[in-house]
């Protein structure tokens, strides 16, 4: 190897960058119990348990979210309250959270 190689292969400098993860999630089971429009859809009791348990699995496995964009529907306010609800308020104060209406529909 010439001279010049051997000088940029000893002068590379290896650089850490931080892994960056996109997570897509649905809202949590919504109830069609009551006559509202689907904005203001709530979440059901399936979806509220199963809404907690998923932000404990995230949480648990090191995914939590440092910043989420949600749609401003009541049940992924719901989905996202119960997420946080789950790991506590220091965890869950680390997330920029922020609604979109243009998210929905």
């Known amino acids: 190897a010439s001279s ?3 000088a940029m292969a ?5 650089v850490e960058v931080p892994v960056k993860r996109l997570m897509l ?3 949590a089971k919504s109830s069609w119990k009551y006559p509202v429009s689907d ?3 709530p979440l059901n009791s399936r979806g509220e348990k199963s809404s907690r348990a998923v932000g404990q699995y995230l949480y648990e496995n090191a995914c939590w979210p440092s910043l989420v964009l949600s749609s ?4 992924t306010k719901e989905t996202w309250a119960n997420m946080a609800r ?4 220091e965890v869950a104060s680390s997330t920029r959270v922020l609604y979109l209406p243009e998210f929905y529909g």
Do not use: C, F, Y
């Open 4 to 6: 010049m190689a051997m």
């Open 10 to 14: 000893t002068t590379t400098m290896r």
């Open 25 to 27: 999630m649905r809202h």
């Open 39 to 41: 904005h203001r859809r």
């Open 72 to 75: 401003d529907a009541k049940r």
């Open 86 to 89: 789950a790991v506590g308020s």
